[in-house]
């Protein structure tokens, strides 16, 4: 099914640059006659210039004038079709800063034949133009909303195609095996088989293999494109929101002395190693009538369900004040672990300044004894062992994939789109083995074509564009 939003010859124009005043600020406009529209208010230094002749990706220096009077100085720069982004003919003046000269620049060609652009219009228009797919499309959106280096790779991957390369190519070889089988439909009587049932088992191999491979990315590309959710846990007072403050290098959170100070999650975010992680600290865990701050502990629980990453807190000190501490100690965490198995946990033993180094690593061997291993040693207070759990955090982000240039899935429509492929590709390979007749085989084959055909826009809908770019900055 192809695309029913068709092009038309409308000019638009918007403000490519953020709203607000700058030093400069870009506005830009696309369509069949925005050289020509454009031409027909500009006046270049020497007077002579005509942007209808000059060469596509040129820039002018002139003035923006409507009739006699001048605007402001510009600097135009001229996009000829189809070597441009939207693969339409496109001018982007930069003009002057100020809020009144761009509007008064807008107001002037929205008075002449140029409507104001939709969102995401531009980019609408370089997808309808075949100047990207809609994968790519959707990356560039990404892009401008990435803010850490790991989001920003994932975007530029997408962005370059290899994610819709490796979709396309899936999907032309399937596409031609569709084709033989449909036509043995035409032939059922003689008994012909023009597809090799052989090649057909190995491609379904693959196929069924490469998505589930790009599936599986997606726990690892959703978080690092929208930040690694940490939940702070422990008991009360023994240092959580201090080591919130610490890794924030504010002072977020309340310190107290008083037990239960914290009853309600707080969050914040910070970059480190170019990967966002969203930092929650929690109600303290323990036995408590407090209706209040039991509320608190209930939330805690949520966010630990939420979470990618669990740290486990504790006061190290108060292990050595009682000869059941380490067993308690070692209950609760595996309680976590056991309520929460599927959640990566850190363990970490807050307050090491006032104990001996010695004793200190007592008592986290005596932890490996009870399964716990990897405890990190910390004094959030005097922010000792924050650089080890800064090093930890990156190792259990697992950004190497980014670093290995694997595709990465990151878009909940590619994921649901791959997972419908897939269970489709389930179904042919069950037919395969289970000899059922072609023209069922052909009907999940159709299906796998479909949804694979989703994510580059081979096939789309209004609604599904209307969705996709109703979300992008109108200037983009």
């Known amino acids: 099914m192809k695309q029913q939003?068709?092009?038309?010859?409308?000019?638009?124009?918007a403000l490519a640059t953020s709203s607000g005043v700058g030093a400069i600020a870009v506005i830009r406009l696309s369509g069949e006659n925005a050289i020509e529209i454009v031409n027909s208010f500009f006046q270049s230094k020497s007077g002579k210039k005509d942007l209808r002749k000059v060469k596509s990706h040129t820039v002018h220096l002139g003035n923006i004038v409507e009739g006699q009077r001048i605007i402001d100085e510009v600097l135009v720069s001229v996009f000829k079709d189809p070597h441009s982004y939207t693969g339409e003919?496109?001018?982007?003046?930069?003009?002057?800063?100020?809020?009144y000269i761009q509007q008064e620049i807008l107001q002037l060609f929205l008075k002449n034949n140029v409507r104001h652009a939709d969102a995401g219009e531009f980019t609408l228009r370089a997808f309808l133009n075949g100047k990207m797919d809609l994968s790519q499309a959707e990356a560039i959106a990404d892009l401008i909303a990435s803010d850490s280096k790991a989001s920003h790779q994932i975007a530029m991957q997408q962005m370059r195609g290899g994610f819709s390369t490796e979709i396309a190519s899936l999907r032309e070889k399937l596409l031609n095996f569709a084709s033989l089988i449909e036509l043995e439909l035409d032939f059922a009587e003689e008994d012909v088989e023009f597809a090799d049932r052989n090649e057909f088992k190995a491609l379904v191999k693959k196929i069924t293999r490469v998505l589930k491979r790009l599936?599986?990315?997606f726990a690892v590309g959703n978080v690092l494109k929208n930040g690694i959710p940490v939940t702070i846990i422990g008991e009360p007072n023994v240092g959580k929101?201090?080591?919130?403050?610490?890794?924030?290098n504010?002072?977020?959170?309340?310190?107290?002395?008083?037990?239960?100070?914290?009853?309600?999650?707080?969050?914040?975010?910070i970059i480190i190693n170019g990967v966002t992680y969203r930092f929650i600290d929690t109600a303290g865990i323990r036995e408590t009538v407090d209706e209040i701050e039991n509320i608190g502990i209930q939330?805690?629980?949520?966010?630990?369900?939420?979470?990618?990453?669990?740290?486990?807190?504790?006061?190290?000190?108060?292990?050595?004040k009682s000869n059941t501490g380490l067993e308690n100690l070692s209950n609760e965490i595996n309680n976590i672990k056991n309520k929460f198995p599927d959640k990566k946990l850190l363990v970490i033993a807050n307050k090491i300044d006032s104990i001996n180094k010695d004793i200190i690593y007592s008592i986290i061997k005596d932890l490996s004894h009870h399964n716990i291993a990897d405890v990190i040693p910390l004094s959030a207070k005097n922010k000792i062992g924050i650089t080890t759990l800064i090093q930890k955090l990156t190792q259990l982000a697992n950004t190497g994939i980014l670093s290995n240039n694997q595709t990465i899935v990151s878009n909940?429509?590619?994921?649901?789109?791959?997972?419908?492929?897939l269970n489709a590709i389930i179904d042919v390979q069950k037919g395969i083995d289970n000899n059922i007749s072609s023209d069922l085989i052909a009907i999940d084959i159709r299906e796998a074509l479909y949804h694979l055909g989703l994510i580059t826009g081979?096939?789309?809908?209004?609604?599904?564009?209307?969705?996709?770019?109703?979300n992008f900055c109108v200037g983009k």
């Open 5 to 13: 939003i068709k092009l038309n010859n409308d000019t638009i124009i």
């Open 89 to 99: 003919n496109i001018v982007e003046i930069s003009c002057h800063g100020s809020v």
């Open 215 to 217: 599936i599986d990315s």
């Open 241 to 248: 929101s201090t080591l919130l403050n610490a890794l924030l």
């Open 250 to 269: 504010e002072e977020k959170a309340i310190v107290s002395h008083i037990a239960g100070t914290t009853r309600d999650a707080i969050e914040d975010e």
């Open 299 to 320: 939330k805690t629980f949520e966010k630990i369900s939420q979470a990618q990453l669990v740290i486990f807190l504790f006061d190290i000190s108060k292990i050595l």
């Open 412 to 421: 909940s429509r590619h994921f649901e789109a791959l997972t419908n492929a």
């Open 458 to 470: 081979v096939i789309s809908t209004d609604d599904l564009l209307g969705n996709i770019f109703a």
